[in-house]
C-alpha cells in the first residue's frame, strides 16, 4: 500500500509541477498577443480546473497518507512538519488566491477588456506575486524532500561539507 500511495504521490507531483510550467507559458503568450489573449486564457483556467487543483489536491492526500503510513517508525520530524506547512500554504494561495484571478482574467477577456488596461496590469502583478511566493514555496518543499535523508541522519540538522 505504501508503494501505491507513493507512486500517486509522484504522479500528482508530476502532474502538479507541469500545470505551473503551462501555466506560466500561457500566460506569457496571453500577455505577448492581446489577439489570443482569450482562448489562452480560458485554456490556463481550464487547465487549472483540469489539472492544478486535481493534482495538487492527489499531492495533499497522497502526502498525508504517507505521513499517517510512517510516523509510527519516524514520528513526526520537524522537516516533514514544515513541509506539511508549506503545502498547506500553497493549496491556500492557489486556491483562494491564484485560482480566482485567473477566472477574473478570463471574465475580463470575455468582456472586451485589453491586456494592456490597468485592471489587466493590476491582476498581472498580483499573480506574478502570488505564483512566485508559490514557485518559491514549492521549491523549498522540493528540498526539504531531497534533503530528508541528511536531515533524518543528522538529528535534524543539514550536515556539513568539508
Do not use: C
Request: proline letters at 4%; glycine letters at 8%; hydrophobic letters at 65%.
Amino acid at each position: 500500500m505504501h508503494r501505491l500511495i507513493r507512486i500517486v504521490h509522484f504522479l500528482a507531483l508530476a502532474i502538479f509541477l507541469g500545470s505551473i510550467f503551462g501555466h506560466i507559458v500561457l500566460g506569457r503568450m496571453a500577455a505577448a498577443d492581446p489577439a489570443v489573449a482569450l482562448p489562452v486564457l480560458e485554456a490556463k483556467l481550464v487547465m487549472t480546473y483540469v489539472l492544478t487543483l486535481p493534482g495538487l489536491g492527489a499531492l495533499v492526500i497522497s502526502g498525508a497518507a504517507l505521513a499517517f503510513l510512517t510516523r509510527k517508525r519516524t514520528g513526526l520530524q520537524r522537516w516533514l512538519v514544515a513541509k506539511l506547512a508549506l503545502v498547506v500554504a500553497v493549496a491556500l494561495n492557489g486556491a483562494l488566491v491564484l485560482t480566482p484571478i485567473a477566472a477574473e482574467e478570463v471574465a475580463l477577456a470575455r468582456a472586451g477588456v485589453g491586456a494592456l488596461s490597468p485592471v489587466f496590469e493590476i491582476l498581472a502583478i498580483r499573480e506574478s506575486i502570488a505564483g512566485a511566493l508559490n514557485l518559491a514555496a514549492i521549491l523549498a518543499i522540493v528540498a526539504l524532500a531531497a534533503f530528508r535523508p541528511a536531515l533524518r541522519a543528522s538529528g535534524g540538522a543539514l550536515p556539513t561539507r568539508t
